[in-house]
C-alpha cells in the first residue's frame, strides 16, 4: 500500500474528521469565552474591588534599566486565564455529562430481539409441515 493511500485512508476515517471539527470548534469557543471574561466578566468585578484592571495587575521584580524592560510578574492576566479555564471546563463537563446521560439512556432503553436468520426462519416452517402431518 503506498504512502498517499495510507495516509488518504487515516485522514478520512470518521474520528479523525470529528476530532478536527472539535478542535475548531473548541478553538473558537475559547476565543468566546476570554471575550465574555475580560470583555464581561472582569470588568465588574474590578469595579467591585474599587477600579481594578485585572490585566494591569502585576508585580515588579526588577525596574527597567536603561534599554533592559522591566521583569515583571503578570498575576492580573493569570487570573483572567484561571477564569476562563474554569468557563470553559465547566463548559464541557456538562457537554459530557449530558451525552453520558444520553448513553446511558440508550443502554437502558429495551432492545428487540434481532430477527430470526433464514436458517431459523427454514427450519421453523420444516416443524411446523412436520407438527401439521401428524
Known sequence: MSMMKEFKDFAVKGNVVDMAVGIII???????????????????IGVLLGGVNFSDLAFVVKDAVGEAPAVVISYGAFV???????????????????????????????????????????????????????
Open 26 to 44: 473548541g478553538a473558537a469557543f475559547g476565543k468566546i469565552v476570554t471575550a465574555l471574561v475580560s470583555g464581561v466578566i472582569m470588568p465588574p
Open 80 to 134: 483572567q486565564t484561571v477564569i476562563d479555564f474554569s468557563i470553559i471546563a465547566f463548559a464541557i463537563f456538562m457537554l459530557v455529562k449530558g451525552i453520558n446521560t444520553l448513553k446511558k439512556k440508550e443502554e437502558e432503553a429495551p432492545k428487540a430481539p434481532p430477527a430470526p436468520s433464514a436458517e431459523e426462519t427454514l427450519l421453523a416452517e420444516i416443524r411446523d409441515l412436520l407438527k401439521s402431518k401428524s
